[in-house]
């Protein structure tokens, strides 16, 4: 028992992750070319395959790209074969919530037979591992405050339900298969790199941050909130906000979770506190010296109060630790980026 005991705090003290060959699907997004760059900082090799649908080459200039569409088989089986990876990280999907509900086809397609095509080129190739962009948006609207990962999944929005089913497939890809899994749940991503080189630039500018710092630059006239009278300290909704650089870490201990451990997995991802629409509009208006126009609507039918995460599982098992907690320093990173680069990404 002793034996045992000391051996593993020496396999753990001395554990070095090896570098690995990845592939990185969706890396020229906002998400993955913030993890492209950590993943790269920890020594491992790279390469980034997306269709350029929503990502931007600037935001990935120094690292090799293939273009390629998850939904052509034959893309996935050129990449495959001209790389031995060692494993994969899945960031390429459809984001928006709202629209998978006027059009699901998109989504089922985008995340969820894309996702198959993506696997089936891993499992042909013998690829065994892959990390996997999943979503808060599993849990849909449970009642118990934080939420932990063993939390009921009732989806509300056909995104959602995607992320859910891929989760599940991956599960039975494990079982079948042997292919190993780390589903990372992020909560809301906000922020940007410190250097202002890279940041948030969605095609739909739907999120409640990016929305206020573009009208503080004067790009729109106002913002809207929905709901001011949800039961919440100052009446509008509680949302867990994380930093896209703490999920990019992330990424790099879920690799090294993986190659250790060679065990499928599930985290959730948030700041494990909660922060109020009119926190971030109070924040958003200091930082930027810009007292913006904020139109009040009621609440949106189905918009829970209050959503914030446990992330204890990530950081205790992971050893996550977000090196960006404060939402202060989530809008000023995500400011700088927005000052220096008002119109986003030139390609
Ligand atoms: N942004 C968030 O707050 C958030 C929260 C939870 C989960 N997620 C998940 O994280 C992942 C990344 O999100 P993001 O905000 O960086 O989105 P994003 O739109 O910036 O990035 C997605 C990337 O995937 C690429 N892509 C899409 N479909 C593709 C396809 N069929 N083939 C090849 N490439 C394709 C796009 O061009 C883009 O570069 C997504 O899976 C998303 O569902 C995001």
């Given at each position: 028992m002793q034996h045992a005991k000391i051996f593993s705090v020496l396999r753990f003290t001395f554990y070095v992750p090896r570098p690995m060959k990845l592939l990185v699907t969706g890396g020229a997004g906002y998400i993955g070319s913030h993890t492209v760059r950590k993943l790269k900082a920890a020594g491992h090799e790279l390469v980034i395959f997306d269709n350029l649908s929503s990502g931007h080459q600037d935001a990935i200039q120094t690292f090799e790209l293939?273009?390629?569409?998850?939904?052509n088989k034959q893309d996935l089986e050129k990449v495959f074969s001209q790389h031995a990876f060692d494993g994969v990280v899945h960031f390429a999907g459809s984001i928006e919530a709202g629209e998978s509900m006027t059009d699901p086809k998109r989504f089922f397609n985008n995340n969820f037979v894309c996702g198959l095509n993506l696997l089936e080129a891993m499992l042909t190739h013998d690829v065994k591992k892959i990390i996997f962009s999943s979503?808060?948006?599993?849990?849909?609207?449970?009642?118990?405050?934080?939420?932990?990962?063993t939390a009921p999944k009732n989806p509300t929005n056909v995104y959602g339900l995607t992320k859910l089913m891929f989760e599940q497939v991956l599960d039975a890809y494990d079982y079948a298969y042997g292919l190993k899994s780390v589903a990372l749940r992020y909560f809301n991503a906000v922020g940007a790199d410190p250097s202002g080189e890279i940041g948030a630039d969605h095609?739909?500018?739907?999120?409640l941050l990016t929305l206020m710092l573009l009208t503080a630059l004067g790009q729109h006239d106002s913002i809207k909130i929905f709901g001011?009278?949800?039961?919440t300290p100052d009446g509008t909704g509680i949302r867990d906000y994380v930093h896209v650089n703490d999920l990019a870490d992330a990424h790099v201990l879920a690799l090294d979770y993986l190659t250790k451990n060679n065990n499928s997995n599930k985290f959730n991802l948030g700041n494990e506190k909660g922060t109020s629409v009119r926190q971030v509009i109070d924040l958003a208006k200091e930082i930027t010296g810009v007292d913006f126009k904020v139109i009040e609507e009621p609440r949106r039918d189905g918009d829970p109060a209050e959503l914030f995460a446990s992330s204890q599982k990530a950081k205790t098992i992971l050893g996550w630790q977000p090196q960006f907690p404060e939402m202060r320093q989530i809008v000023e990173t995500a400011w700088n980026w927005h000052q220096k680069h008002p119109h986003g990404f030139e390609k």
């Open positions: 293939f273009v390629g569409d998850l939904v979503s808060a948006a599993v849990y849909g609207e449970p009642t118990k405050m934080p939420i932990e990962e095609k739909n500018k739907t999120h001011t009278d949800f039961p």
